[in-house]
């Protein structure tokens, strides 16, 4: 935060993306995202544990492209375009109950990796 006045920032917009965000390392992260390959490495195991479907493939990349951009997602994200593109139902429909769980539980994390 200190470093974000320092370099010109008002302590009242610095202020307000953070309550915004939910947190000034869930707002950093939104502007500088994430390293692919380290988005790649914390979805190997949900990839590697069975064989993925052509849908189930480029969604999982979505999702990568998405967290390379932003740093962080909700999970409620994955019922809106493009995600619905590939299936109405989102994410439901591309994979089983077990595999959303394990999705939202990733998303979880980087945000609160972020919020650290």
């Known amino acids: ?24 390392g869930i707002f950093i992260r939104s502007l500088v995202g994430l390293e692919r390959e380290s988005v790649m490495q914390a979805f190997s195991e949900f990839v590697n544990e069975t064989t993925i479907t052509g849908n189930q493939y480029e969604f999982i990349n979505l999702v990568i492209d998405e967290l390379t951009q932003n740093g962080v997602m909700a999970a409620e994200r994955l019922f809106e375009s493009p995600y619905t593109d590939l299936n109405a139902q989102g994410p439901q429909g591309v994979f089983p109950a077990a595999k959303v769980t394990k999705l939202f539980a990733l998303l979880d994390e980087f945000r609160e990796r972020a919020a650290a």
């Open 1 to 24: 935060e200190k470093m974000l006045v320092e370099a010109g920032g008002s302590t009242e917009l610095i202020g307000a993306a953070k309550a915004e965000s939910h947190g000034l």
